[in-house]
């Protein structure tokens, strides 16, 4: 997002989710997220889900 220079706030509303669900996916504070939200957060950084995306085992 810093790179993008775009704020959670502009990011939540052309996405369609909530800044709350917005901020906890971006503190890793879910264990889980639809394809659909994690392709429109994508296409507006216009970047891949690598880019933004850790995978940490148990």
Do not use: H, W
Request: contains cysteine.
């Amino acid at each position: 997002m810093a790179d993008r220079k775009i704020s959670l706030n502009l990011l939540s509303e052309r996405v369609g989710i909530s800044n709350v669900n917005l901020s906890n996916l971006k503190t890793g504070k879910v264990r889980a997220i639809r394809f659909s939200t994690l392709d429109a957060i994508c296409r507006e950084l216009n970047c891949q889900p690598g880019d933004i995306l850790e995978y940490t085992p148990d």
